[in-house]
């Protein structure tokens, strides 16, 4: 599991998870510290060298990145 703290991350761009299990499929979604909502995102898929480049968030604001195993 990956927990990444984003405050007012750069607009357009998400962040560049590294360290999963190579070839890894996971879950992955925002959370919203201000509402409590999760915002699903598409299954985090590890390349060979085990990152995953997570989409940009939804509105730019502060956010949590989480990432577990399925």
Same mark, same amino acid.
């Given at each position: 599991c990956r927990i990444a703290y984003m405050p007012k &991350?750069?607009?357009?761009?998400?962040?560049l998870?590294?360290?999963?299990? #190579?070839?890894?499929?996971c879950r992955a979604f925002y959370?919203? &510290?201000?509402t409590g909502t999760e915002y699903e995102l598409p299954? #985090?898929? #590890?390349?060979e060298q085990g990152n995953w480049q997570a989409p940009?968030?939804?509105?730019?604001?502060?956010?949590i990145l989480v990432v577990e195993q399925s």
């Open positions: &991350p750069i607009w357009g761009k998400g962040l998870v590294k360290g999963l299990s #190579a070839d890894a499929a959370f919203d &510290p201000a299954e #985090a898929k #590890a390349d940009a968030a939804p509105i730019l604001q502060d956010w």
